[in-house]
C-alpha cells in the first residue's frame, strides 16, 4: 500500500515540478517519520526514500541509530541543550528560528571542527503561535553570515498555516520564492542556496508549483499519527 502512496505523490510532485518548469528529480521528498513504526521506517526506505525528517530528538535518536545511512532531517524546534546531540545526528536542520539558536550551531560545530548545514525558518504569515524568523530580518541575519564561520546555509524552510483550502497558502510560497531567488542574486557569505523547503500532506502541490525543491510529507504517507 505504502508503493502505491508513494507512487501517486511522486506523481503529483512530478505534475506540480512540471508547472514550475523543474522534474521530478529537481525535488526532494522528505519522508516526516515522527511517530512512525519501525517497520514503516524500513519500508520506506526499501521504497528508495533515503531522506527522513524528524521533530523530536527523543525519538529520532533511536531511529537514527536503526538507519543510520539515512540523510537525517531536523525539522522540529530547537533547544539549545539539545543542539550538540542534534548537530552529531542530523545532516541538515531545517528549523533554524532565532540568533541565539544559530549561534548556538556555530558554537557546537566549531568544537566539531565541521560545517553545519542549516535552514533558515521564515514565519511567514507572522503568526504568534509560530516559530521562525520575519521575512524581513533574513537579509540582514546573512549579511552577517562571516560571524557564522561554522554554518552552511543551505536555504530556506517555511511552515504556512493551516488551512481548509491550501490555494489559500499560494501567496505565501509565492512570497518566500521570491525572497529566495533575492538572496540567490546577493552572494552572501556561506550561502549555498540550495534548498526552499516548503509544502507538507496539506499543501505539497501548490508548494512545489510555486518553486519549492524540497517537500515534508508525513501522514499522506504514512497515515494519521498516533497522539
Ligand atoms: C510534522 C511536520 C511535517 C509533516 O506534516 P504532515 O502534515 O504529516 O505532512 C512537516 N513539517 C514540519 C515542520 C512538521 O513538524
Given at each position: 500500500m505504502l508503493k502505491e502512496t508513494l507512487e501517486e505523490i511522486k506523481n503529483k510532485i512530478k505534475i506540480s515540478a512540471l508547472k514550475s518548469g523543474r522534474s521530478y528529480k529537481d525535488i526532494i521528498l522528505v519522508a516526516v517519520t515522527k511517530r512512525v513504526s519501525v517497520n514503516k521506517i524500513k519500508e520506506i526506505i526499501s521504497l528508495g526514500i533515503n531522506n527522513l525528517g524528524e521533530?523530536?530528538?527523543?525519538?529520532?535518536?533511536?531511529?537514527?541509530?536503526?538507519?543510520p545511512e539515512?540523510?537525517?532531517?531536523?525539522?522540529?524546534?530547537?533547544?539549545?541543550?539539545?543542539?550538540?546531540?542534534?548537530?552529531?545526528?542530523?545532516?541538515?536542520?531545517?528549523?533554524?528560528d532565532s540568533w541565539e539558536i544559530l549561534k548556538k550551531i556555530n558554537q557546537e560545530a566549531e568544537k566539531k571542527n565541521k560545517k553545519q548545514p542549516v535552514l533558515l525558518e521564515v514565519n511567514i504569515a507572522r503568526e504568534r503561535s509560530k516559530?521562525?524568523?520575519?521575512?524581513?530580518?533574513?537579509?540582514?541575519?546573512?549579511?552577517?553570515?562571516?560571524?557564522f564561520k561554522n554554518i552552511s546555509f543551505y536555504g530556506l524552510m517555511a511552515y504556512p498555516p493551516l488551512c481548509q483550502n491550501p490555494n489559500d497558502n499560494r501567496p505565501y510560497f509565492k512570497e518566500i520564492y521570491q525572497l529566495f531567488l533575492e538572496i540567490n542574486a546577493y552572494k552572501f557569505y556561506n550561502w549555498e542556496g540550495k534548498y526552499l523547503s516548503m509544502g507538507t500532506s496539506n499543501d505539497f502541490e501548490i508548494a512545489v508549483s510555486e518553486g519549492s525543491n524540497l517537500v515534508r510529507l508525513g501522514r499522506i504517507l504514512f497515515g494519521e499519527r498516533n497522539k
Open positions: 521533530s523530536y530528538l527523543q525519538e529520532a535518536e533511536e531511529k537514527v541509530a536503526l538507519f539515512a540523510n537525517w532531517h531536523f525539522i522540529g524546534h530547537l533547544q539549545k541543550n539539545k543542539v550538540k546531540k542534534i548537530i552529531d545526528l542530523f545532516n541538515l536542520i531545517h528549523s533554524v516559530f521562525g524568523f520575519f521575512k524581513k530580518e533574513v537579509i540582514p541575519l546573512l549579511k552577517s553570515g562571516a560571524d
